[in-house]
């Protein structure tokens, strides 16, 4: 096979032909000229952005016969032998395919031999990322303290999967992705030199389909040009990227504008019927007003834009079109592009799309509806009938509004109010023997709730106990009140305990929450309304009323005392 694709044919052979990584060629070419050499790299970015061309660069340029310097001359002994792959110490390695303990223990094994033929052996490592944790430990000690004539070269597209105790050994170059413009400048170059004729805005139109990758880019060029006759056309590089042209998407964005659904379908219908991917047309469609939207905003950044060429029609459309549709065009069209993702009919959804496209409502400009008329009529009319309420004698305040003696608003209580007249019904019925009987099976009544996947629920009762108790009724005292709230207000929370409590006890019991402040005020206002004698509600910690009693409770709890008259 004589013939090679261009991207093999044009790799970059010297530190400048590294198109839009600048940021890593000129710190290289300093440490090169000043013989400040790192012992291992870690080449990071997009693919196509030439991190294996550099490593390669670097690996002749510290090997040159005439070093040092910053660019490899490319015609000594050194730099053609590993220009062509002949000389062995230069290593590439995939660690894609070669990404195993054994194989890393074999370079450690390897890298304490001097090299043959240049002067600095340099280990390649490609999709570095790939290396298993187990391959990784075992380069840990070489990587950080390799022999003087050894220089390790990483090139990943994850740097995210690489362990940082292998990032922190290296010096890190992040390549960026390459801008369009640079794209294009490279591939008119090649163009020139290869004699293949083009049209200017093919060649922009591949670059912009390149993503920021400059091997894919010469990828499509290379297939444009099979593709092409005699020149690669505009048509021919749309058929090759299977992007859609400029003007179509001005048409369908005029009809968008004008509300017309019929001419949207219409267009819609040919560029499917010519075969193109409707997946790859929403997401064009997206960029489109993407691109419009910045343009408004910037217009002057025409190399932020990242799909149109700013032709007559689209800037005119730019002009009519407001940023706030703009912003709901796009969240239409992002929404239908991830219901397409998951769909087996991705024609259906655009469609639907470019229907709500053409129904929605134009915002109105300068901020006025279109009911401003009735609107100010309105106001007229009351205007006029505040004069006359003037003349009746009524006081009018000075912002128009009657002076109208207002009742006094009640103040509105803030945080939870516990039902007093319940948590006293409850203290009459109260006995010990309930009180106690729900003490000794509260733990296990928190387990079931946590078995029964209410944990967060449980998790309000950790500082909340049982202080009363009836036949038909509980009382809980909680710590917090707005945990007392939280539990209050959540009917399935009450249902649960009150089947958990069923289950334990065999009676259904009303819950009853109260704050542990307000629980002390409550209590001693119902002592107080029992000291002329009634036995009552001897089954809540509340008996504490005479100072001898709070203090033995404090001592030995409430659940050891009992209080005889």
């Not at 005439?66 to 490319?74: D, F, I, L, R, S």
């Not at 749309?238 to 048409?251: M, R």
């Not at 929403?282 to 002057?300: G, N, V």
């Not at 006293?424 to 078995?451: C, F, H, P, Y």
Request: charged content about 25%.
């Amino acid at each position: 096979m004589s013939y090679q694709a261009l991207y093999r044919v044009w790799r970059p052979q010297q530190l400048i032909d590294v198109v839009g990584q600048e940021h890593v060629t000129k710190t290289l070419q300093n440490a090169l000229l000043q013989e400040k050499i790192s012992h291992a790299y870690l080449f990071s970015g997009p693919r196509g952005t030439g991190k294996t061309s550099a490593a390669k660069i670097l690996a002749k340029a510290v090997n040159c016969e005439k070093a040092p310097v910053t660019e490899p001359c490319n015609e000594c002994a050194a730099c053609r032998g590993i220009t062509d792959g002949s000389i062995p110490d230069v290593i590439e390695i995939d660690a894609a395919s070669n990404n195993g303990v054994e194989e890393i223990r074999d370079i450690r094994d390897k890298v304490k031999y001097a090299p043959n033929v240049v002067k600095y052996k340099v280990y390649i490592v490609d999709e570095v990322h790939m290396l298993s944790i187990g391959a990784f430990n075992a380069l840990l000690k070489t990587l950080e303290e390799p022999p003087k004539h050894v220089i390790f070269i990483l090139a990943t597209t994850e740097p995210h999967k690489i362990p940082l105790t292998i990032i922190s050994r290296c010096q890190r170059f992040d390549f960026k992705r390459i801008t369009a413009q640079a794209i294009t400048g490279r591939m008119k170059l090649i163009a020139d030199e290869t004699g293949a004729a083009y049209e200017e805005q093919a060649l922009q139109i591949i670059a912009r389909a390149a993503e920021g990758g400059m091997r894919d880019a010469l990828s499509l060029l290379d297939q444009a040009i099979s593709f092409s006759q005699d020149r690669v056309t505009v048509e021919d590089a749309l058929s090759v990227t299977g992007a859609v042209s400029q003007g179509f998407l001005n048409k369908l964005a005029r009809a968008v504008k004008d509300r017309d659904a019929a001419s949207g379908l219409e267009f819609l219908e040919e560029l499917l019927f010519q075969g193109k991917d409707p997946s790859r047309f929403i997401e064009d469609f997206i960029l489109y007003y993407r691109d419009m939207l910045l343009y408004k905003a910037a217009p002057r950044l025409e190399e932020s834009l990242e799909r149109v060429m700013l032709d007559e029609d689209f800037q005119q459309l730019a002009q009519e079109v407001e940023p706030e549709e703009l912003y709901e065009l796009i969240e239409v069209l992002n929404k239908a592009q991830q219901e397409m993702r998951w769909t087996n009919h991705p024609r259906i959804f655009l469609e639907v799309a470019i229907v709500k496209l053409c129904q929605l409502q134009q915002p109105e400009k300068s901020g006025q509806s279109a009911d401003i008329k009735p609107l100010m009529q309105k106001i007229e009319q009351l205007q006029h009938e505040l004069t006359e309420l003037k003349k009746n004698g009524v006081a009018v305040k000075d912002d128009g509004a009657p002076a109208v003696q207002k009742k006094p608003q009640r103040s509105s209580r803030k945080g939870f109010q516990a039902p007093v007249g319940k948590v006293n019904e409850v203290l009459k019925q109260a006995t010990k023997n309930d009180l106690v009987s729900i003490k000794s099976r509260w733990g296990e009544m928190l387990n079931m709730l946590v078995q029964n996947q209410m944990r967060s629920q449980a998790a309000l009762l950790n500082e909340a106990e049982p202080v009363a108790a009836s036949e038909t009724a509980l009382i809980v005292k909680f710590k917090y009140e707005i945990h007392c709230q939280m539990a209050m207000d959540n009917a399935k929370f009450l249902d649960t305990l009150t089947n958990v409590l069923f289950e334990l006890l065999g009676k259904r019991l009303q819950l009853v929450g109260i704050p542990d402040e307000q629980w002390q005020s409550v209590r001693e206002e119902f002592l107080r309304s029992q000291r002329d004698g009634d036995e009552s509600g001897e089954g809540f910690s509340g008996n504490e009323e005479e100072p001898h009693v709070a203090e033995a409770v404090k001592l030995f709890g409430a659940e050891l005392i009992e209080i005889k008259e």
